[in-house]
């Protein structure tokens, strides 16, 4: 039997602004929000209007990542937005936003939208969590707020986030942002975020890596798979 041979502790993926060094061991990837309520048909995005395919056709490159960050070690983060029941972390300010139709709370084929425990609410089948990955449940756009993230990274000496995830705009810009100020350096998978609205993204990734990286870096899925080992340890 041939031994194994051990992954790298650290890569060095070819990124825009420039190269992205990370250490596997203080690395987490960080997929937000694949829900059903955003990505598959009769979900909340579709009752927005939202051509859902576009977000459906990240699916398995975001299953991808997760399957490299999984066979290196590294830990794996899940969000969803979602709320209780009674409504009572979802300001009215957000409930009201728009002046929709269908509302957060209101029934629809997969549940009430956007309800924790509720069918439309929970990942898709393809992207669910495994044993012992983390699931963070958020009331708002980005991932820190009102959670446990910011304790759970520190508690595991995180300092570099890859991301993928949806809408690229909204939830993963916000929470890049967040992890931003917060001192985290943060990689985008550029393929593994989609967003309704085509522009919406290409303006968000150039935003991101703007003025040598002011959010962050971003790479697509090739890149990383194609990450040499990195030099932080040497």
């Known amino acids: 039997m041939m031994p194994s041979i051990p992954y790298p502790d650290s890569y060095e993926v070819a990124a825009e ?8 061991a203080q690395t987490a990837v960080i997929m937000i929000d694949m829900q059903r309520d955003f990505i598959l048909p009769g979900g909340f995005g579709a009752s927005l ?8 056709a990240t699916v398995p490159v975001a299953r991808h990542l997760l399957d490299w960050c999984r066979a290196r070690g590294m830990l ?4 969803k937005e979602a709320h209780a029941g ?3 972390d979802c300001p009215l300010s957000k ?7 269908v509302r957060i709370g209101d029934p629809s084929p997969m549940g009430r939208i956007l309800i924790d425990g509720e069918e439309g609410s929970d990942f898709v089948d393809e992207l669910a969590p495994l044993p012992g990955e983390v699931v963070i449940v958020k ?10 993230l910011g304790n759970i990274l520190s508690k595991a000496n995180i300092t570099h986030l890859l991301f993928g995830g949806v809408t690229t705009e909204v939830c993963v810009q916000t929470t890049m942002r967040e992890a931003n100020d917060r001192g985290y350096e ?14 919406f993204k290409q303006a968000t990734i150039a935003m991101i890596r703007a003025q040598g990286g002011i959010v962050g870096w971003t790479a697509p899925l090739s890149a990383l798979l194609l990450a040499i080992p990195g030099h932080l340890h040497e």
């Open 17 to 24: 602004p420039y190269g992205f060094d990370f250490p596997t």
């Open 49 to 56: 209007g939202n051509d859902v395919g576009r977000l459906a």
């Open 76 to 79: 794996v983060v899940h969000t």
């Open 86 to 88: 009674d409504l009572s």
């Open 95 to 101: 409930l009201n936003r728009g002046n929709p139709s």
């Open 139 to 148: 009331p708002g756009k980005g991932a820190f707020h009102a959670t446990e």
């Open 186 to 199: 943060c990689l985008l998978i550029e393929d593994a975020t989609e967003s309704y609205f085509p522009e």
